[in-house]
């Protein structure tokens, strides 16, 4: 009986590892927590877009990596690039922003 305890705690343990190690993050790959930050962030910056209203917010595209906001797509104006960056910056949590966007 006390190996079958030994052999279950064993791959209890393992599983637990596996579990842990799974969730964590790498320089390519987020963790869990991070995934639901940069969902929570990417959606901010989209709603703070979307309530610019000299911005089409239906031809930017945002995207966000551990707390680096990506924005892409095109705009009609050259200013306009410049206010989605101050947008995003101003978002509370992100840390830095990567501007792609052209002008059409």
């Given at each position: 009986?006390?190996?079958?305890?030994?052999?279950?705690?064993?791959v209890f343990?393992a599983?637990?590892?596996?579990?842990?190690?799974?969730?964590a993050?790498?320089?390519?790959?987020?963790g869990?927590?991070e995934?639901?930050d940069d969902?929570?962030?990417?959606?901010?910056?989209?709603?703070?877009?979307?309530?610019e209203?000299?911005?089409?917010?239906?031809?930017?595209?945002?995207?966000?990596f551990?707390?680096?906001?990506?924005?892409?797509?095109?705009?009609?104006?050259?200013?306009?690039?410049?206010?989605?960056?101050?947008?995003?910056?101003?978002?509370?949590?992100?840390?830095?922003?990567?501007?792609d966007?052209?002008v059409?």
């Amino acid at each position: 009986m006390k190996i079958a305890q030994k052999i279950a705690t064993a791959v209890f343990t393992a599983a637990t590892v596996f579990a842990v190690v799974g969730c964590a993050s790498s320089p390519t790959k987020e963790g869990t927590g991070e995934y639901v930050d940069d969902a929570v962030l990417t959606t901010k910056v989209k709603a703070s877009i979307f309530n610019e209203p000299t911005l089409k917010s239906t031809e930017i595209n945002v995207e966000t990596f551990k707390g680096t906001v990506q924005l892409s797509g095109f705009v009609a104006q050259p200013g306009d690039i410049t206010k989605a960056g101050e947008i995003a910056r101003g978002v509370a949590g992100v840390k830095s922003v990567k501007n792609d966007i052209r002008v059409k």
